[in-house]
């Protein structure tokens, strides 16, 4: 564990404020979910909450079928992280951070398609520096009980391919579908 030097009081509620600077850093805005994990030695572990996290072996899975059914790059996300990725490389998207981009996208619900050899390309992880690699894409939010809680990505892996109503229907459906298990 990396210590801080900040100390707090817990007030006569039992709330401990989490100072500006850990938030900022941490990416913890107000209302985000937080777990509360103790240890042995009578530590308490503030974790930012992921409830698409808790389907990652399962979203592995979807976006293995995804990449397979459509023969595109498939990343599923949470509202930080790439948590699945088939049909790209592992090292350079799973769980790197997602870009501002695509977290202001997340925040507005969009779908997002870019066009064929557009310079519009999203960029997916903040390491991106909008690079123009995966030029077709479809983003696709992923809602659960009326909040974005991660994306269904595609991408295309040759440079002229051009994203259509296949391809927004399908990262349309595997949205709906890993939204609909976190309502269960």
Do not use: W
């Amino acid at each position: 564990m990396k210590a801080t030097g900040v100390v707090r009081r817990i007030d006569d509620l039992g709330r401990v404020v989490i100072p500006k600077e850990i938030r900022k850093t941490l990416r913890i805005k107000e209302g985000d979910p937080l777990e509360i994990f103790t240890d042995r030695e009578g530590q308490v572990i503030l974790k930012k909450y992921s409830p698409i996290g808790e389907l990652s072996e399962f979203a592995s899975g979807y976006a293995e079928t995804l990449s397979k059914t459509t023969g595109h790059i498939a990343c599923i996300t949470d509202k930080d992280t790439i948590i699945a990725v088939s049909g790209g490389s592992k090292k350079e998207f799973l769980e790197q951070d997602v870009s501002e981009e695509l977290e202001q996208l997340m925040e507005d619900k969009e779908v997002y398609t870019s066009k064929e050899n557009s310079d519009l390309a999203m960029p997916i992880t903040k390491n991106d520096n909008n690079e123009r690699r995966n030029n077709a894409q479809v983003v696709y939010p992923i809602i659960s009980n009326g909040d974005t809680i991660g994306t269904v990505i595609l991408m295309s892996k040759e440079a002229n391919k051009k994203m259509d109503e296949v391809e927004k229907k399908v990262a349309q459906s595997a949205a709906t579908f890993l939204g609909s298990q976190m309502d269960i």
